[in-house]
């Protein structure tokens, strides 16, 4: 059974910091790219940031220049580098892997959510 494990959330004043965390537990063949999601009140989910499995990122405009995703291929996991925060980016953020189990067939996989708030 494969879970995503998510840490590093919390309460944080508009300019901090916060790194967020994403392990993957359990035995998982392959994985393509990994991605953090947001989702604030009474809004859709989106896309935060994405990395492929050769280290190629994306961003959505609303974060570039002050987020940073990267990832551990040896120890399957995924980080969100967040500065300069400001309180509309407060929203739960999901964890997200595209990657295959040991019959090949492709996996979605979906973290509990972390809750980030930016307030004063």
């Known amino acids: 059974q494969v879970q995503l494990v998510e840490s590093g959330g919390g309460l944080v004043q508009p300019g901090g910091s916060l790194k967020l965390s994403c392990a993957i537990s359990g035995s998982i063949f392959g994985i393509n790219v990994m991605r953090w999601y947001r989702q604030a009140p009474r809004k859709e989910r989106e896309l935060v940031a994405g990395?492929?499995?050769?280290?190629?990122?994306s961003y959505a405009d609303s974060v570039k220049g002050r987020f940073t995703i990267s990832r551990d291929n040896a120890k399957n996991t995924v980080d969100l580098q967040m500065n300069s925060l400001k309180p509309e980016d407060t929203a739960v953020y999901y964890c997200y892997v595209d990657g295959a189990d040991y019959s090949s067939t492709r996996r979605i996989y979906w973290g509990q959510g972390t809750q980030v708030t930016v307030s004063s």
């Open positions: 990395i492929t499995s050769g280290g190629s990122t």
